[in-house]
């Protein structure tokens, strides 16, 4: 079962901010936060990912809280583009394999 | 950086053919590269990691027979669909992982079977 627990919707004005929420309470000292969306019928792309520092290039910045529970991808100026299903990761004890849910699917409108 | 192609895109094929996919990195090698199957309105489903050199570790409920893997390279990676039936129609995704155990693994645009 996939470690992170996400909203499954969110809607976001086109040019505005979107701010995609993930909870990993459970992650431990040395797991790093995948983050990665999924267009319709395509293979998912890498956005980002961080240990315990806040991160950004050039897609979107990935906001990590001090204890770490918790995590909020930003995509800054959000476009059409990015209406896609967003998953948040944490990868399986320790071991490379990546543990897709659901994900969220963002909306972004005109 | 760190490209993975894989081909072919689509296929369509009849019940009882065996079905070659292939997987590589572009512009990076890859030890490891891993094979996933997706069903209409689902998530991602890991199948099976493949390692360079060695036998495939397979997920549970997967069954090896039907899926067989090669990685005889440090950038190719083939999944073969052993006499596919309809129930194996999927879109099927790989993916594969820079050098560093914590660099992300990058995925391929996937690969749309339909056995009829």
């Known amino acids: 079962d996939a470690k992170t627990t996400q909203p499954p919707s969110m809607d976001c004005a086109e040019g505005r901010a979107a701010n995609l929420p993930c909870n990993h309470s459970t992650i431990s000292g040395n797991e790093y936060v995948y983050w990665y969306r999924q267009i319709h019928s395509q293979g998912p792309q890498y956005i980002i990912h961080?240990?315990?520092n806040n991160e950004t290039n050039e897609m979107a910045s990935l906001i990590i809280t001090e204890d770490r529970k918790s995590s909020t991808l930003i995509l800054p100026h959000a476009t059409l583009r990015d209406t896609a299903v967003y998953y948040c990761i944490v990868r399986v004890g320790g071991s490379e394999k990546l543990v897709f849910g659901k994900g969220t699917k963002l909306t972004v409108n005109p | 950086g760190a490209v993975v192609s894989q081909h072919p895109s689509w296929v369509i094929c009849k019940s009882g053919t065996s079905v070659k996919i292939e997987c590589r990195s572009l512009d990076f090698q890859a030890t490891t590269m891993f094979w996933y199957r997706q069903f209409p309105k689902q998530s991602l489903m890991l199948m099976a990691t493949s390692n360079e050199g060695s036998k495939a570790t397979y997920e549970q409920g997967v069954e090896k027979d039907k899926f067989l893997i090669n990685h005889a390279s440090l950038t190719l990676s083939t999944l073969t669909v052993t006499s596919a039936h309809p129930e194996d129609s999927s879109f099927y995704i790989c993916?594969?992982?820079?050098?560093?155990?914590?660099?992300?693994?990058?995925f391929g645009d996937g690969t749309r079977l339909s056995i009829l």
């Open positions: 961080g240990l315990k």
């Open positions: 993916s594969a992982r820079d050098w560093g155990r914590n660099q992300p693994q990058h």
